[in-house]
């Protein structure tokens, strides 16, 4: 299998991530496009259904793709997008500052990853686990010390959602270690980055 390349959102990218939320499996992100976090609340209407919602959602992620630092990174397997995982600065999702399970550990600057997306096509070829390695060299190169995430432990009952945050064994793999958990199947992890 063909190793993965990463590279930021872009506006030149963004056709790719349109096909790549068109694709099977992706409804959710259609709904969404990545902006339910980024949002407080009901301010901007992003997160109720129904009304226009996903149309001012996808103009939302459009731009904030003009925008650096971008809001993910688009995974390609030859030419091909074959997945997406969401991260930047933590105070860029607005959500997360009173999430039950994914508030602040601690005043620690953190960049946050909270969203990974991959067609049904793609799912059970470790494409979610090279995301990932993508954004720890990513978020390395950008000079950040600390990537956090928020995955769904497997072991204990998870919500319809949990694909979307990935799984606690795949953040564990690449070196992430538990840093709070404030639900049965829902911890926090981080990953220390040495500067190189």
Not at 21 to 49: D, N, Q
Not at 95 to 116: E, G, H, R, Y
């Amino acid at each position: 299998m063909t190793k993965l390349t990463l590279h930021p959102l872009t506006p030149e990218r963004w056709p790719d991530l349109e096909a790549l939320f068109a694709a099977r499996g992706c409804s959710e992100a259609r709904r969404c496009w990545c902006m339910y976090y980024r949002v407080r609340g009901k301010e901007t209407g992003f997160t109720r259904p129904g009304d226009g919602q996903p149309a001012r959602a996808k103009a939302a992620l459009h731009e904030l793709a003009q925008r650096d630092p971008p809001p993910g990174l688009i995974g390609y397997r030859g030419k091909q997008a074959v997945g997406w995982i969401s991260l930047g600065p933590r105070e860029d999702y607005a959500k997360l500052a009173n999430s039950p399970t994914m508030k602040p550990v601690d005043a620690t600057p953190v960049w946050s990853i909270v969203c990974l997306v991959v067609p049904s096509e793609f799912r059970g070829q470790g494409v979610a686990r090279e995301l990932v390695a993508g954004a720890v060299a990513y978020a390395r190169r950008r000079g950040v010390r600390v990537l956090e995430a928020y995955p769904v432990d497997k072991e204990q009952p998870s919500p319809p959602h949990a694909p979307w945050f990935g799984s606690l064994a795949m953040f564990d793999e690449a070196g992430f270690d538990e840093v709070a958990r404030r639900k049965p199947a829902r911890p926090v992890v981080r990953l220390h980055l040495a500067r190189r």
